[in-house]
């Protein structure tokens, strides 16, 4: 079996700290068969490392660590660095996250908070970064689609298997993602659904891909506060909007309270902190 195989077969059944340890010191082959005598349900046994892969590539790349693609900043992830990657736009993935910078924030977000979405994400693809969000509702897909209007570059950071979009009303503007140079990835094979785990471990991985987050308007407890907050534990630097005093950016509020975010009020001084 390949290793590309079983770090993809090792990826479906386990989180990459569960065996971290083991692969430090083993080939993904050996780990791999080790967990199989070791499953007394039968299930990873039933499983076929290669042929799986071989299916799954059919819609998108399994970029693992030992491939010239593989972006290197997901190495401070550290034991949660994951086993690989599934892609869509692979070769343009180290052009793309060598200044990566994200614009995230509310799903159902007022036209005034998604016109200061495309106003920093416009700002910061003319300055020659690569604009990363998550193809969501309201912020996200905006700063996606500001960032193509004027020919920049976008990262799609998707919490479920690319052969489907996230919503699933946007598969057009995946589509367009990867037709116009950018690219799309997520650490699910393709078929996995969105879940609550899926949607945190997108968070971690779309802030570990950045050098920056520009958080336009959160609520608390959100995926894009969990984004914030992993790109605050990686020491990426976090730029907030001010809050307007609503409860729909007491996300904003609370981290620059706390002193955790640099307040951010219009893109010029976006560019100038970045």
């Known amino acids: 079996m390949s290793d590309r195989a079983v770090l993809a077969a090792l990826s479906a059944h386990f989180t990459p700290d569960q065996v971290a340890a083991d692969l430090a010191r083993n080939s993904p082959t050996d780990v791999w068969q080790r967990r199989v005598r070791l499953d007394n349900t039968g299930r990873l046994a ?8 071989s299916n799954a590539q059919l819609s998108c790349r399994f970029v693992i660590p030992s491939d010239a ?22 070769d343009r993935l180290p052009e793309l996250t060598a200044s990566t910078v994200v614009v995230t924030g509310n799903r159902m977000a007022s036209a005034e908070v998604t016109d200061r979405a495309k106003a920093f994400a416009t700002a910061v693809a003319e300055a020659g970064h690569t604009v990363a969000a998550t ?8 700063a996606h689609q500001a960032a193509e209007l004027i020919g920049g570059t976008t990262l799609a950071v998707l919490p ?14 995946l589509n367009s993602i990867t037709e116009n ?21 997108g968070a971690a991985l779309l802030a570990a891909l950045s050098r920056a987050v520009i958080l336009i308007e ?10 914030a907050e992993a790109a605050i534990a990686l ?7 001010p809050a307007d005093g ?29």
Do not use: F
């Open 46 to 53: 039933q499983y076929r490392p290669e042929h799986e892969l």
């Open 69 to 90: 693609q593989w972006p290197a900043a997901l190495g401070d992830l550290g034991p949660d660095c994951p086993l690989g990657l599934w892609a869509r736009g692979h």
């Open 135 to 142: 193809l969501a509702y309201g912020v996200d897909a905006h």
């Open 160 to 173: 479920r298997g690319l052969d489907r979009a996230y919503p699933h009303t946007h598969a057009a503007l």
């Open 181 to 201: 140079g950018g690219a799309a990835v997520s650490l699910c094979r393709p078929g996995t659904a969105t879940s609550g785990a899926t949607l945190r471990a």
């Open 218 to 227: 959160a609520l608390d407890h959100t995926e894009s506060l969990r984004t």
């Open 235 to 241: 020491k990426r630097t976090l730029l907030a909007v």
């Open 246 to 274: 609503g409860i729909r950016s007491e996300g904003n509020a609370r981290l620059l309270a706390e002193h955790q975010a640099l307040p951010c009020p219009d893109p010029a001084r976006a560019l100038a902190l970045l």
